[in-house]
């Protein structure tokens, strides 16, 4: 049952109403609207302009960098191939665990992102399954964990796997890139 005393605090009030033993009770909990404003509220903040090619910083170490973009999301692999190709980033994109695993055996990438709920095979199985690959496969490819719920036992999990970043959805490109250029060893000051 809520606190008596806090309802009271809001200016609310309860009420029990019962028509006998056995015949149970009806509680009824009232809380004030707040008062309608003479004027109008103030202004939201206004939102963050979107991050295009002309206002978002890319960092040009990127150039000819080889990504392999895991998703199951085809929109996700979409903004993302074009986030990293505005970059001259060249990049390759899987839909699966298993397709991603042919293309990184034939080509290892220079990064990798990826996707960790993706149907089938999850990308914490995945990662696992490139940590085990030799060198020269692709085993040390250096590794992003996209996931779609950030928590702190969820990146503990991605760094356990063999994942060496961690950036959640949604996406900030900026952050992405930068952590992108840091992995690579690209990144310069």
């Known amino acids: 049952m809520a606190d008596p005393g806090r309802l009271l605090l809001h200016g609310g009030t309860i009420e029990a109403d019962s028509e006998g033993v056995h015949k149970g009770v009806t509680f009824t909990v009232r809380l004030p609207v707040a008062p309608l404003r003479a004027s109008p509220p103030p202004p939201a903040p206004s939102p963050r302009p979107a991050e295009t090619a002309a206002t978002l910083e890319r960092p040009a170490v990127l150039e000819g ?20 190709e505005q970059c001259q980033a060249m990049v390759t994109t899987a839909g699966s665990a298993a397709e991603a695993m042919a293309l990184l055996r034939a080509a290892p990438p220079d990064v990798l992102l990826s996707d960790v709920g993706t149907p089938g095979e999850d990308g914490l199985t995945f ?39 961690f950036v959640s959805k949604p996406i900030e490109n900026q952050e992405l890139l930068l952590v992108i250029a840091n992995l690579a060893g690209r990144f310069s000051r």
Do not use: C, H, M, W
């Open 65 to 84: 960098l080889r990504i392999l973009v895991v998703d199951d999301e085809p929109d996700t692999r979409d903004l993302l191939t074009a986030l990293l």
């Open 127 to 165: 990662i696992r399954k490139v940590r085990a690959l030799r060198p020269e496969q692709g085993g040390r490819v250096p590794g992003i964990a996209l996931p779609a719920y950030a928590s702190s036992a969820g990146r503990t999990r991605a760094f356990k796997a063999g994942f060496n970043q």
